[in-house]
């Protein structure tokens, strides 16, 4: 609590609280999404199996509209992620530096999960499991990872994509948009494989609105620079006389005809139109809107944000408070975590109930099983914190060490650095962390070039070996858990990314 309370004391006058709020919340509301729907049962071999209830629950998919919140952690990470990039810059942080802090915030936790499960597997295996359960097992605890695979695609390509929006605004996030239509339209005219780019343009539309709406808080400073918001340096008149018009108005007008038109085109597309209810992925149906990102997705986006527009005043009235802004930077700080092992949380709940004969499978959507979502959601927690207790330490120590490693240009660029939204609280969206070496290295040239190169390759690997674990069938002989192909890949990226950040390559 001393740390809270110390952490709270030091946060910048400018710092977008509200952003750290919305990714905490988007987070919360994914684990006890997942939590809740989840359908325990039994095999023709007497063991626990696991499944989403959504299929059985028809009346539930509007409530989806509600529970499918991943927009909003993209929405949030181009937020943080422009705000941070324009900060490190200020401070004299070329791209490449800033992208590896950016990595190293995700793939620390990330690694600690993956040489879990993979250990644990192993050791499965030894004592003689058999490979398909093993892989079975691993595939669930490794959900989570298939949105972060999404992330790592998008992370890298925000310098590009905050070039872009300076120069054409709002149109970048529409001609994306437009892209995802093509997409949905060649799923549904001919094989579901005509709308995987879908997982791209989709993913990054999301976030290059977040973009527009960091650049939008931006503008109002630069057009009111008494107003309060430290931190953002005002932008050259020239550059801001080619922004209006194409400016994202982030009034409360503005997001009360996000939400309602939002909200009709998202009717109308699910009633009129092809595509599903559910918001989230339920088997069987012909279009998915969330895997990959649908037309009806981004609707339900604008809707969204268009209420986050409206809560925001009272909200950031509310994270004045000292203790509710301790409590959002306690979730920051582990928020990571707490999404990569809420479902290895359920898979140790569900062996520890069925090892002791206490494992209720109620048939789904009966009185008893939904009188059952309490304890089962109480308990989860209970694991959960546990699990958070153990491995949340790495995520982090990570801020801690991106925190130290700005000491030196601290005295020189503190106000660039109050840009950055997210500095203490942390996320895979964290604004704060600053390159190892604090600035970009003193080498150009070809050892510049071969550096990025290196990182891009990094990234590459990394969400590649994400990509194929979540393809390969959960019924797949692994005795690792994951395929091998995919832990080398992942080992090496990650790697090579630490010794990037380390400084590796950028001294002579």
Known sequence: MRRLRQLAARTPAGRQRYVDLLRALAIGMVVLGHWAVAAIGEDAAGRPTGRSALPDLPWAYPLTWVAQVMPIFFLVGGYANAASLTARRAAGVDATA?????GARLLRPTTALLLVITGGAALASLVGVGATLVRTV?????IPLWFLAAYLIVVPLTPAMHALHRRFGLLVPAAL???VVAGDVGRALG???LALPNYVFGWLAVHQLGIAWREADAGRHDAHPASGREGIPPRPGSARNRQRGRRLPPSRRAGAAALL???AATVLLTTVGPYPVSMLNVPGERLDNAAPPSLALLTLTAAQFGLILLLRDPAERWLRRPRPWQAVIAV???????FLWHLTAAILLVGALDAAGWLPTPPVGSAAWLAWRVPWVLMLTVVLAALVAVFGPVEARTGRAGSAGRSDSAGRHGDARRADSTGPAGDPGRAGDGAASGRAPAGRGWRATARSALTAAGFAAVAYALVVNAETPRSAPEPLGVPAPALVAYLAGAGTLRLLRSGWGSRG
């Open 261 to 263: 038109g939002g909200l």
């Open 138 to 142: 691993a595939w669930f605890a490794t």
């Open 332 to 338: 920051n700080a582990v928020v990571l975590t707490v």
């Open 98 to 102: 800033w992208l590896l802090d950016r």
């Open 177 to 179: 948009a437009a892209l």
């Open 191 to 193: 094989p579901a494989e």
